[in-house]
C-alpha cells in the first residue's frame, strides 16, 4: 500500500465506503414502505386475474351480469386477495372469515376424519 499524500489522502483508488448502514428512510417506514408495495402488487395480480377469470366465465356461458353475481364473485375475489397476502405473512380481514369457516366445516362434516380434512 502506498503512504498517505501530504493532503492525508491514499495515493491509491480505494475508496472508503463508510461503516454504518446510511438509509435514506427510518426501518420502520422502510417496513412501511415495503408492506404498502406488497399489497399494491396483491392488488394489482388480483384485480387481473379477476378480470380474466369473469371474462371467461362470460364466454363459457355464465350470466356474470345475474344481479347476484358481483356479490358472490366479490366474496371469491377477496379470498383470493386474502390468500396471496396470508402468503406474505400481511393480513386481511377475511382470513377471519376462512378460519372461522374451514372450523365450522370441519366440526358440522359427518364424516370428520381427521386424515380427510385438517382445518389446521
Known amino acids: 500500500m502506498s503512504s498517505p499524500s501530504s493532503s492525508g ?23 412501511a414502505v415495503r408492506e404498502a408495495t406488497q399489497r399494491a402488487y396483491v392488488d394489482e395480480v388480483t384485480d387481473a386475474y379477476a378480470t380474466h377469470v369473469a371474462n371467461k366465465l362470460a364466454q363459457q356461458g355464465f350470466d356474470i351480469f345475474n344481479k347476484d ?23 386481511h380481514p377475511f382470513q377471519e372469515v376462512v ?20 382445518p389446521a
Request: glycine fraction near 4%.
Open 9 to 31: 489522502q491514499s495515493n491509491n483508488n480505494v475508496v472508503i465506503f463508510p461503516k454504518k448502514n446510511s438509509r435514506i428512510l427510518p426501518p420502520a417506514e422502510d417496513e
Open 69 to 91: 353475481f358481483d356479490k358472490h364473485f366479490g366474496f371469491t375475489v377477496e379470498a383470493l386477495r386474502s390468500t396471496l397476502l396470508m402468503t406474505l405473512g400481511l393480513h
Open 99 to 118: 378460519e372461522h369457516t374451514v372450523k365450522t366445516i370441519a366440526e358440522l362434516s359427518p364424516d370428520n376424519d381427521d386424515d380427510e380434512f385438517d
